[in-house]
């Protein structure tokens, strides 16, 4: 099992610490990031306890990630940030989403490590795992209703591509929570949902925190709000 840096410790036990500093760029247009409130986003189901944490656009296979939880209803939280911005001279002040997190246990986290997917070469922890995050968006969702949940994307993205009509694009069907930062889609025959998030365009990351049992406690995916580096 791997430990992280005392720097990338820090960074991620404070996503989820109202007060803390995370990161930031003293040469960029932002100087200091600040964990503002944990809110609680939504309960979501996985019956079969193999957990996807991918982007819902994927057209291949979806990243299943080789840990296990037990099956269950896991709450999700969102840690929100204020970010200063400089423009004209002044700093202003904009909220975005740090992280995301999927809590499985009620423990603290002892260990870090970036979650591998299934078959995935341990050695990938060192180059920063991860999933490719087309739009910006990444999700949790059950692997074995991965096919029914994501329809709704596929299906609005084949409206809008004109593949699937001809008429003007239709949403997607899904709940939008969070005054929409996040959608929710339920499998009611299977009783598995798929949950959206933002994440850094282009990619995500997926860090596990496990508890000192070695049990996982917490899966954490950073948000689109800038830090500068860890460790």
Known sequence: MDEVGPGTREYLDGLFTPGARIGGDP???YSWIEIAEVQGV????????????DSPWTSGAPRELALRIPPGEYPVDVSWADC??????????????AAT??????????????????GEDP???????GFEAEDAM???????AWQPLTEPF???????????????????????????????????????DLLT???????????????????IAVIVVPGPVPTGPWD
């Open 27 to 29: 040469q960029g247009s």
């Open 42 to 53: 939504a309960e979501v189901r996985l019956p079969s306890g193999r957990l996807v944490v």
């Open 84 to 97: 200063p911005r400089l423009y004209d001279g002044y700093y202003t002040e904009y909220r975005e989403c």
């Open 101 to 118: 997190r999927l809590r499985v246990r009620e423990e603290p986290v002892t260990v870090w490590e970036l979650a591998l997917g299934v």
């Open 123 to 129: 050695a990938l922890r060192a180059d920063g795992a």
């Open 138 to 144: 990444g999700c949790f969702a059950d692997a074995t």
């Open 154 to 192: 596929r299906r609005h993205l084949a409206d809008v591509t004109g593949a699937g009509s001809d008429g003007p694009p239709v949403g997607r069907g899904t709940e939008e929570l969070c005054e929409g930062w996040f959608e929710l889609a339920r499998d009611e025959d299977r009783r598995a």
């Open 197 to 215: 998030f933002g994440v850094p365009e282009g990619w995500g990351q997926v860090w596990a925190g496990r508890a000192r049992d070695g049990g």
